[in-house]
Nanobody, 124 residues
Framework: EVLLTESGGGSVQAGGSLRLSCAVS????????MGWFRQAPGKEREGIAA???????SYGYSVKGRFTISHDSAKNTLFLQMHSLKPEDTAVYYC??????????????????WGQGTQVTVSS
């Protein structure tokens, strides 16, 4: 069974930083494309960062230059380092995995497996 478990969410003031983690079990995460997505109330799920099995990355326009996605193969864990957080970054953040994708896609329908989400709240 593929299982993704996010952690590291919380509340922070604007300009602060957080690091999200996604523990992976049931497969070797380095063989998949993996991504971070977020969904704010009343909005569609948004792809914000992805990394593929070759280590190539892509970012959504709204987070480029502020967020960094990385992967620790030894720990089978995906990370999202977030800096310069803004109130508009407030959302539930999800990690996801997609076997067989070529390239770091940030398109939600490309992903098969999803975590339960972790809340990030940024206050002004």
């Amino acid at each position: 069974e593929v299982l993704l478990t996010e952690s590291g969410g919380g509340s922070v003031q604007a300009g602060g930083s957080l690091r999200l983690s996604c523990a992976v079990s049931g497969y070797t995460s380095s063989m998949y494309s993996m991504g971070w997505f977020r969904q704010a109330p009343g909005k569609e799920r948004e792809g914000i960062a992805a990394i593929d099995s070759d280590g190539s990355t892509s970012y959504g326009y709204s987070v480029k230059g502020r967020f960094t996605i990385s992967h620790d193969s030894a720990k089978n864990t995906l990370f999202l380092q977030m800096h310069s957080l803004k109130p508009e970054d407030t959302a539930v953040y999800y990690c996801a995995a997609a076997p067989g994708i070529i390239g770091p896609s940030i398109v939600p329908p490309d992903y098969n497996y999803w975590g339960q989400g972790t809340q990030v709240t940024v206050s002004s």
